[in-house]
């Protein structure tokens, strides 16, 4: 075992558990705070409506928040598992090659969740995953029937009004 496993598990939870404890409780000091106002009967209508759109813009920092902490206690996890078993050095193998897996995981998952929990971003996405889909797998009118049969990109109802 490391000699400064001890200080390294305090730092590495010092690191994780408190940014994660404080984040946590921005968030639901400010939906509870939110709802306070909203429920309020001592501020304007415009107001209202600019907290309740900028809550519902950084919906996805809820979303953040949860893969960096799934992200930093995976890798940490790892991390410690290969300093327990530094000298094995298969272990050491599986383990850079999990934080590595965890790396790429987390960030991939971040950077979606991001796209994905905003509606515009969303339609924005969906949309150009159709035009890739049209340029690269519709080459036959058999493959352009199947295509628009299956509801693997298919737009929303209102989308497909406007595009027609």
Wanted: with cysteine; charged share 15%.
């Amino acid at each position: 075992i490391h000699p400064n496993l001890p200080i390294l598990v305090a730092l590495g939870f010092f690191l994780v558990v408190v940014p994660t404890v404080i984040a946590t409780t921005i968030v639901f000091h400010n939906k509870k705070r939110c709802r306070t106002i909203l429920m309020s009967t001592n501020y304007t209508l415009s107001v209202k409506y600019q907290l309740e759109e900028n809550m519902r813009a950084f919906k996805f920092l809820e979303f953040i928040l949860f893969w960096g902490v799934v992200s930093i206690s995976a890798s940490g996890t790892v991390l410690l598992i290969a300093s327990i078993f530094k000298h094995e050095g298969n272990v050491v193998c599986i383990c850079g090659a999990a934080y590595e897996m965890f790396a790429m995981i987390s960030f991939a998952g971040g950077a979606s969740t991001i796209v994905l929990s905003q509606p515009p971003w969303r339609i924005a996405l969906m949309m150009k995953l159709r035009r890739f889909q049209r340029r690269f797998f519709c080459h036959h009118s058999k493959v352009d029937s199947d295509v628009s049969s299956s509801s693997a990109f298919r737009l929303p109802q209102s989308l497909r009004e406007a595009r027609t």
